[in-house]
């Protein structure tokens, strides 16, 4: 019934920059927390960044300096922006989220809610 759907992502040479964007959509109630995570070809998903509903964060410590997440709580909105882009950058990002929503007539949360990704590829 929510739905989280991705864009921003693309193919960027090293040192360049990207600004990725999460939009949440449906009878959201409440987003508790946000964040993106990345997935490389053979490697397990990886935790990026998160910010919760005070506005704190926290960052993998690769791209600590690098990567800046914010939220739009207006729109509903989550961005990353990823500047000094690295070979080691590239993956798809998913955005997550920790919500309430309405379903029917009842509040219900889902902790684990996903977007479907978007390929960020770092190369010359």
């Known amino acids: 019934q929510v739905q989280l759907v991705e864009s921003g992502g693309g193919l960027v040479q090293p040192g360049g920059s990207l600004r990725l964007s999460c939009a949440a959509s449906?009878?959201?109630?409440?987003?508790?927390?946000m964040g993106w995570y990345r997935q490389a070809p053979g490697k397990q998903r990886e935790l990026v960044a998160v910010t919760n509903s005070g506005g704190r964060t926290n960052y993998v410590d690769s791209v600590k300096g690098r990567f800046t997440i914010s939220r739009d709580n207006a729109k509903n909105t989550l961005y990353l922006q990823m500047n000094s882009l690295k070979p080691e950058d590239t993956a798809v990002y998913y955005c997550n989220a920790d919500l309430t929503y309405y379903s029917g007539q009842t509040l219900r949360s889902d902790h684990d809610c996903w977007g479907q990704g978007t390929q960020v590829t770092v190369s010359s």
């Open positions: 449906g009878r959201i109630f409440s987003i508790n927390a």
